[in-house]
């Protein structure tokens, strides 16, 4: 029997939403302060996915400058209705603290691969999660979250409001639909309309290891709603042995043959209970419907399998492309993001020296406006990453190289910089813990003012290892272990004392500073990634 092994979209790629239009699957995923934003993967066979690209690809569409840390792009809502792909997302201003600033949007599309988005409608800003429901009478219902900051509350519910095509707004009463069960924490609605009732979809229990997704249903969309009678549909929080943890926040979506599966987000720890560092990951589970009208786990009971059954459907391989980019295309490669901001003329260019990619050295890594980062997402445990740059520094605040990323306060980088007074450019490492930064290396590595250098990381679970060459053949340690495993959910909110907002996962990628105000620019040959 062909089977799906899980995760089906490995690394940070939380929230998954998906649709199928004819023969065709498409999975949003959020993607907080990466731009741009919402990944959308396509698939034929629910089990071979690629990414084609983001929705969200200009600032008319996404403006996240100076937004927080794991703020921005929260769970998208992709669904389909008459030739038209629409797209709900939050762009979260803010999150500590007893209120929160959640604007919600919606965008359309008639091609989801080539298509140009519509300038976003503003929906309203009551909570965050929002979906769209197209009701089979014509008209369209949102629902979200409620946020209810009294009392410390936070979670006030989901509530329901008739969205007006015609206006391009929310119209009429907003119904408060449904508290939540005793897992708590509702959040991430989805409806569904089939067999004679509404099925609401919800995430419960926190995106963290008491993560589930519960389903209620009723015979009126306004409710009132009757709980699942073995709800949670699906949870981890049970079994701290499963493969897949945090299993949460669901979707469903039915086969050309009338099978049923839902996507759901889910995380690998490397210990027991212990770190993800590749962040929450899409995976997927077959459903079936049974006599008393109510979904369950096709494997039974309500815990995540690490394998399911695939479809009855044709499989579709995808080409892999090459581990090596060379920048001689003139738009970035589809893996590759940018922090906040879009990659624009003021941060890089794939025009000024053929072959290469040039990137303008802006704010530290710190910031939350204005940075210069080119990066990707980490999907496998054990993976190696290279790259290849030309920098000339002039000053001590200009730097230019490889970095291991979770946010402002938790990285590893190994960069070029200079030395003035010694008029030398040398390799240094700086590490960020829970904002204490440290420089590692006990002595710099000074290096020649001109040619080529060779940086790579060596990440592989919680050990990252970096090495330099200056001719790529010899590679020599730059410094000794770091500890990878700071970069995840799990140790920022665990044991940080900065951030309690995190839901991203491990970057790694091209960087460039110049705290001077200069620009000064760092040439980058090409970038290699490998899973091992």
Not at 422 to 431: A, F
């Amino acid at each position: 029997m062909n089977k799906i092994t899980n995760p089906i979209i490995p690394g940070f790629n939380p929230d998954p939403s998906i649709v199928r239009v004819g023969d065709d699957y498409y999975i949003a995923t959020s993607t907080f302060e990466w731009f741009p934003g919402v990944q959308i993967h396509h698939s034929k066979d629910l089990k071979n996915w690629r990414l084609i690209g983001h929705a969200l690809t200009e600032k008319r569409l996404l403006d996240m400058k100076g937004v927080p840390d794991s703020c921005g792009v929260w769970a998208p809502c992709l669904t389909y209705h008459e030739g038209t792909f629409y797209l709900v997302y939050s762009n979260v201003k803010t999150f500590d603290g007893v209120w929160k600033d959640t604007p919600n949007f919606l965008t359309t599309t008639h091609n989801i691969e080539t298509g140009e988005w519509s300038d976003p409608i503003f929906l309203g800003s009551s909570g965050f999660d929002g979906s769209l429901f197209h009701d089979d009478d014509g008209r369209k219902w949102y629902s979200s979250l409620l946020v209810d900051h009294r009392g410390g509350k936070f979670f006030g519910g989901i509530v329901l409001q008739e969205y007006s095509e015609k206006e391009k707004k929310l119209v009429g009463p907003v119904k408060n639909i449904f508290p939540g069960s005793e897992l708590g924490i509702t959040e991430g609605p989805h409806i569904y309309k089939l067999k004679g009732y509404y099925y609401l979809v919800t995430a419960e229990g926190g995106t963290e290891y008491g993560h589930a997704v519960s389903i209620a249903r009723s015979k009126n969309i306004g409710g009132s709603y009757e709980l699942h009678p073995a709800n949670p549909l699906i949870t981890s929080r049970n079994n701290p042995g499963l493969y897949i943890q945090k299993s949460g926040h669901g979707d469903f979506v039915e086969t050309q043959s009338g099978e049923w599966y839902m996507v759901h987000l889910g995380g690998r720890p490397l210990t027991k209970l212990g770190r993800c560092t590749l962040g929450r990951e899409t995976c997927i589970q077959k459903i079936v419907w049974k006599d008393d009208l109510w979904p369950y786990l096709e494997n039974g009971g309500n815990e995540p399998a690490k394998e399911i059954p695939a479809p009855a459907l044709p499989e579709q391989e995808w080409t892999n492309t090459s581990s090596r980019i060379n920048f001689n295309n003139k738009e970035l490669d589809v893996n590759f993001s940018t922090l906040r901001i879009p990659f624009t003329e003021e941060m890089g260019s794939l025009n000024k020296r053929e072959g290469y990619l040039r990137l303008y050295g802006q704010e530290s890594l710190c910031s939350i406006h204005q940075q210069t980062i080119v990066a990707r997402r980490i999907q496998a445990f054990n993976v190696e990453v290279s790259i290849c740059l030309e920098f000339q520094p002039q000053t001590f605040q200009q730097m230019a190289g490889l970095v291991f990323y979770y946010n402002t306060m938790h990285m590893h980088y190994a960069h070029i910089s200079f030395n003035e007074e010694t008029n030398t450019k040398y390799l240094q490492l700086i590490s960020a813990d829970n904002g204490n930064f440290n420089e590692p290396l006990e002595n710099v590595v000074e290096i020649p003012e001109e040619g080529k250098v060779y940086l790579k990381g060596h990440m592989n679970e919680d050990q990252l290892q970096f090495y330099y060459s200056l001719n790529e053949k010899a590679w020599t340690k730059l410094g000794s272990v770091l500890d990878a495993s700071i970069l995840s959910d799990d140790y920022v909110r665990d044991n940080g004392l900065h951030y309690r907002a995190a839901f991203t996962g491990s970057f790694v990628g091209m960087c460039c500073q110049d705290l001077s105000g200069s620009k000064k620019h760092a040439d980058f040959d090409w970038f290699e990634y490998n899973e091992i």
